[in-house]
């Protein structure tokens, strides 16, 4: 057996035995191995596998089991449901609401016929599958009643939810973005959703795509799926590597490249499994031959970063690569901070008279002046070839300009409830972070960016909120298609760099004393962080180390 399935059968045993604080773990439960998570499911069970009630089974013991049997979601919570009553059985949703608590749940028992079930939970997942953070953590309360069926205690009270400490859930679920392309049908954008690691995530995948994108994020992306499109069977079957998904006859009215683009969807969203190496459309039971249509899932395809030293810019190779033209600018402009487009052929400066812009592509040396304003934060280039700006104060609007100097954008909406610390535009060009400042403290707030069918930017959807727990300080970039980095500080001052999932997590790293940013382009490799004495530091086996000194600004390309 792989060393990674000993691993999880082990972290799944202790963790269900967290739950075994307030309700004890039945005693002909059995520990099986299944299938490698990371390799695929071959069938539809996990690493545990909880016991259903035994025979004669006191009240106590049936609240016990069934909280236990929540580590089971094979079969859509097949054992969970053997310790309800027969109505209750058949109506209970379980996927309704999941409930995260990071300290074991409490139980206590009502009269013959009822308990309590009290649970601080730092996150919940919906039936959607999306990830809602909870802060520090609420407590909920959750009530159950029994009843006698013949001589046995049942369940005939239970609310449509399931509860699981942090490691069972670290085990039992994962995160997959659901893909929908922008308004110009040339980037996918994803909407990261939670589901439990089994044979139906992908049916579960495949319906959620279905239903349509978040609402904050509707103005912003399309779906190729006719409307009310459904699967034709409640199921994704995968048979050799190709997951078949079978839509209903509302599929008929979609147009061939409505069709391309809805296989494009569906491969980006299914691949994410182990199992999954291509999709395949059937509509009402008849397969369809389909094109595949070329797709990125990010754009995120430049390994190096570039930095603007005392001296100039440089491409950070393994032995770092002057840029003469880009350094020539840089000292005209008196560059404090950039950014640069994915193909490098687009360098947008900060200086002292604001932001310009200039083309690295050709001989011409010429710098666009584009925002006179003060206090500017580093500007962003999207790939629709927009130059992105924001001042730090609160009232000043975010402002997007063409190559050519021509403002096209410019709003203030939500931006004016506090000052801006940092900003930054997904590498497909359809998201917005910023970092923002109020009386309340900081906020990463995260929007969609609304365009019109030539790609330029006509507003900003109302934000989310994510990091919401962490005290985050200064600076802000997106490191891969789902992720953005941020600079957080502890209670005592000092400061780390800190990975957030839009729609997930986070990830804390080792502190580097005052950090003052930190770029990556991936989640776990090629990242960097700078601190107030301009000292560069590379990420090595989690751990910081010296890369170079006298740095200015660093970031990605794109």
């Not at 391309?260 to 199992?275: G, I, V, W």
């Not at 500017?376 to 190559?403: E, R």
Request: glycine share 8%; hydrophobic share 45%; with cysteine.
């Amino acid at each position: 057996m792989k060393l990674v399935s000993l691993r999880l059968v082990a972290l799944v045993a202790a963790a269900a035995l967290v739950l075994a604080g307030c309700a004890k773990l039945p005693t002909s439960s059995e520990v099986k191995v299944g299938s490698d998570i990371q390799g695929g499911l071959t069938t539809d069970y996990l690493y545990y596998s909880p016991s259903g009630p035994v025979e004669g089974a006191s009240q106590q013991e049936i609240i016990n089991g069934f909280l236990n049997a929540a580590t089971g979601p094979q079969n859509d919570y097949q054992v969970a449901r053997e310790f309800l009553s027969g109505e209750l059985a058949a109506k209970w949703s379980p996927s309704k609401e999941l409930l995260v608590g990071d300290t074991r749940p409490q139980v206590s028992m009502v009269g013959a016929t009822g308990a309590r079930l009290t649970v601080k939970a730092v996150a919940r997942i919906d039936e959607t599958g999306r990830y809602h953070d909870l802060g520090d953590g609420i407590e909920r309360v959750l009530t159950f009643g029994l009843v006698l069926e013949g001589d046995q205690w049942r369940i005939n009270q239970a609310p449509d939810a399931t509860v699981l400490v942090r490691p069972v859930f670290d085990v039992l679920f994962k995160s997959y973005a659901l893909y929908f392309y922008d308004k110009q049908n040339r980037y996918l954008v994803p909407d990261l959703r939670w589901f439990a690691t089994r044979v139906s995530t992908s049916t579960r995948l495949v319906s959620a795509l279905l239903a349509g994108p978040d609402g904050w994020l509707s103005g912003a992306v399309q779906n190729a799926f006719p409307d009310k499109t459904k699967l034709a069977i409640d199921s994704v079957t995968v048979e050799n590597g190709v997951a078949i998904v079978d839509l209903d006859a509302t599929a008929n009215t979609a147009t061939v490249a409505q069709r391309q683009r809805m296989l494009a969807q569906l491969t980006a969203t299914l691949t994410q499994l182990p199992s999954v190496y291509s999709v395949e459309i059937r509509i009402d039971h008849i397969a369809q031959n389909i094109t595949n249509l070329p797709y990125e899932v990010s754009l995120a395809n430049n390994p190096d970063p570039l930095a603007l030293t005392v001296d100039g810019f440089s491409l950070l190779t393994a032995t770092p690569t002057p840029m003469k033209k880009a350094t020539s600018a840089a000292a005209r402009w008196r560059a404090t901070d950039f950014g640069i487009n994915n193909q490098q052929t687009l360098l947008a400066m900060k200086g002292p008279t604001g932001v310009g812009l200039m083309r690295l592509s050709g001989t011409d040396q010429t710098i666009t002046p584009l925002d006179s304003r003060t206090g500017l934060l580093a500007p962003v280039i999207d790939p629709q070839g927009f130059i992105w700006s924001l001042g730090a104060a609160k009232d000043s609007a975010l402002q997007a300009f063409d190559t050519k100097g021509g403002l096209k954008f410019s709003t203030l909406s939500w931006l004016e409830s506090g000052t801006h610390r940092a900003f930054a535009i997904s590498r497909e060009g359809g998201r917005l972070a910023v970092l923002l400042v109020s009386t309340a403290g900081s906020r990463l707030l995260i929007a969609a960016i609304e365009r019109d069918e030539d790609g330029v930017p006509i507003g900003i959807s109302q934000p989310i909120e994510i990091g919401n727990t962490q005290n985050i300080v200064r600076s802000l970039a997106w490191i891969d298609d789902t992720s953005v980095a941020t600079i957080a500080m502890t209670d005592e001052g000092y400061t780390y760099p800190l990975y957030l999932e839009v729609g997930g997590e986070t990830k804390k790293f080792a502190p580097v004393a005052n950090a003052t940013s930190v770029v990556a382009n991936s989640s776990y490799s090629s990242a960097y962080v700078l601190d107030s004495v301009r000292q560069l530091r590379v990420l090595r086996s989690m751990t910081w180390v010296d890369f170079a000194t006298d740095v200015l600004a660093i970031h990605f390309a794109g």
